[in-house]
């Protein structure tokens, strides 16, 4: 099993920087693709982006460029950098892990089976 824990939330001003991290525990050799996703309330959750083993990213294209994942060499360590935070950015960000390649699914809840329990980012005007 692979679990997975966020960090790095808390609360930022509008224009201002936030790097969320994730770090997987147990058979992280078995990830193939990895991802951040987010969720406001009332809200569905939405999909931001992705990683594959070997580094290939997708990014939701509805949000302008300002959102890059990235994982430390040995993958055990996956990061959000969020750039230039907009009121609208407030969610709770999960990152989700699966053993398949990352796909054209990659951006959907349903391609992962392991998720963190969250963290919360709040962003003041």
């Known amino acids: 099993q692979v679990q997975l824990v966020e960090s790095g939330g808390g609360s930022v001003q509008a224009g201002g920087s936030l790097r969320l991290s994730c770090a997987a525990s147990?058979?992280?050799?078995?990830?193939?693709?990895m991802g951040w996703f987010r969720q406001s309330p009332g809200k569905a959750q939405e999909g931001i982006s992705s990683?594959?083993?070997?580094?290939?990213?997708s990014y939701s294209g509805s949000l302008e460029g300002r959102f890059t994942i990235s994982q430390d060499n040995d993958k055990t360590t996956l990061y959000l950098q969020i750039d230039r935070l907009k009121p609208e950015d407030a969610a709770t960000y999960y990152c989700a892990a699966d053993r398949s390649l990352c796909g054209r699914r990659s951006l959907s809840e349903s391609a992962y089976a392991t998720w963190g329990q969250g963290t919360q980012v709040t962003v003041s005007s």
């Open positions: 990683i594959d083993s070997v580094g290939r990213t």
């Open positions: 147990g058979y992280t050799e078995f990830i193939n693709c």
